[in-house]
């Protein structure tokens, strides 16, 4: 049965006993739809509610909402189960169905924010025709082991290889940050050992929501933190205004930078870099 994520968006902020009654009437009805409604996060502040279900059809899904509560979502998008996890990842869940932070509490709830990085290897495809497709292995290893490795120490969930990078999703900002700054210390740390070998990387940060304006998971998030990465100089690491302002009092090194113009946006991007040979290196 295919897999539905939604949105409501509840001008002026939403409570969260009132999101936890709405879903337990969705569970009362949806049987009569052929629908689970399983999971939900709920951002009270912004008063945003993403809701996870399994429905032979959006339409199915949409009723159980209508005849439950009357809280239709403005947007419901299929998403494929597995990439939905590589996005969210393992998430716990209270007694109301709410998605919680890992290990923070009943109340502690997951508003469904994620931060998305890319990493690019400079140059790749000219490596490769310059000295070879076996001798470019070693390089692109290289880049998957430091990658990997601040990955597992941050927090980080590998979403998918680009061919000349890597794509992760994280439940905070500062982490990404701080996963991005040490990544391109151990780069650094390994061309200065390692001359023939040397590579540079690009790195792009953006954080959004799960469900936006595309039809798909996290487009739009997706899409900035790919065209920063593009868009970023050799050794440097830029990051969304939206991700400098999620980290605000974290002490973490940003300069902001020039507007960006970036191909798929309609407007300029403010984006700041992330001073990280002076980033510490705690993860």
Excluded at 82 to 106: I, P, T
Excluded at 231 to 249: M, N, R
Aim: some cysteine; glycine content about 8%.
């Amino acid at each position: 049965m295919p897999t539905y994520m939604d949105i409501h968006e509840i001008p002026g902020g939403v409570k969260a006993e009132d999101v936890a009654k709405a879903h337990a009437h969705d569970v009362e009805m949806q049987s009569k739809y052929g629908v689970n409604y399983h999971k939900y996060w709920v951002n009270e502040k912004e008063g945003k509610i993403f809701c996870l279900c399994h429905a032979p059809n959006a339409e199915a899904a949409s009723q159980v909402h209508r005849e439950a509560h009357g809280l239709v979502a403005e947007k419901i998008i299929q998403v494929e189960p597995d990439v939905a996890e590589l996005f969210m990842g393992g998430s716990e869940v209270n007694a109301a169905g709410a998605v919680v932070l890992k290990g923070a509490g009943a109340d502690a709830r997951d508003p469904g924010i994620r931060t998305i990085v890319f990493t690019d290897i400079v140059d790749s495809t000219p490596i490769t025709q310059h000295i070879g497709d076996e001798a470019a292995m070693e390089f692109l290893e290289v880049h998957d082991r430091i990658v990997r490795g601040a990955l597992s120490a941050s927090g980080g969930r590998e979403v998918k290889h680009t061919g000349d990078g890597i794509m992760a999703s994280f439940f905070s900002a500062a982490s990404a940050v701080k996963c991005a700054a040490r990544i391109q210390r151990e780069i650094a740390d390994h061309a200065r050992e390692n001359k023939d070998r040397a590579i540079q990387l690009r790195i792009g940060v953006a954080a959004g929501e799960p469900v936006e304006h595309h039809d798909d998971l996290f487009g739009c998030t997706v899409q900035l933190a790919a065209r920063l990465c593009s868009q970023a100089q050799p050794e440097q690491i830029l990051v969304s205004s939206a991700v400098a302002e999620l980290c605000a009092g974290k002490t973490l090194p940003f300069q902001e930078v020039a507007e960006v113009t970036l191909k798929g946006f309609d407007h300029p991007v403010r984006a700041h870099a992330v001073s990280w040979a002076n980033e510490a290196s705690a993860t």
